[in-house]
Nanobody, 114 residues
Framework: QVQLVESGGGLVQPGGSLRLSCAASGSIVNIATMGWYRQAPGKQRELVARISRIGIIDYLDSVEGRFTISRDNAKNTWYLQMNSLKPEDTAVYYC????????WGQGTQVTVSS
C-alpha cells in the first residue's frame, strides 16, 4: 500500500510561516485528490485544504488566504505553505487522499506560540 510521510512542522511564533511536505511512496498524487488535515488536542480531525487531480483547490474557511496547497506529481509530493500562522493553527497535520483511502501517517506537529 502507498505510505505517506509528512514533514516540515515545528514551533513558530504567531505571524510566522511553515511549509509542510507530504511524500507518497507510490504514484498516487496524479490520480487522486490530495488533502491536508489537522487534529488539535481534544478536537476531531478536520480537512484543511485539498487539491484535485486537475488542480481544483478548496480551503477551510479559517485558513483561506493564509494557506496554499500545491502538488508536484513528478515527485509524488504535495505541500502546504502556511503563512500568518495563528495559535489556533496549532495541531498535528496529516496528509492523505480526499476522501481518505490510505492509512494515516505519523503526522507533523505544528505549534504556534510566542
Amino acid at each position: 500500500q502507498v505510505q505517506l510521510v509528512e514533514s516540515g512542522g515545528g514551533l513558530v511564533q504567531p505571524g510566522g510561516s511553515l511549509r509542510l511536505s507530504c511524500a507518497a511512496s507510490g504514484s498516487i498524487v496524479n490520480i487522486a485528490t490530495m488533502g491536508w488535515y489537522r487534529q488539535a488536542p481534544g478536537k476531531q480531525r478536520e480537512l484543511v485544504a485539498r487539491i484535485s487531480r486537475i488542480g481544483i483547490i478548496d480551503y477551510l474557511d479559517s485558513v483561506e488566504g493564509r494557506f496554499t496547497i500545491s502538488r508536484d506529481n513528478a515527485k509524488n509530493t504535495w505541500y502546504l505553505q502556511m503563512n500568518s500562522l495563528k495559535p489556533e493553527d496549532t495541531a498535528v497535520y496529516y496528509c492523505n487522499t480526499e476522501p481518505r483511502i490510505l492509512d494515516w501517517g505519523q503526522g507533523t506537529q505544528v505549534t504556534v506560540s510566542s
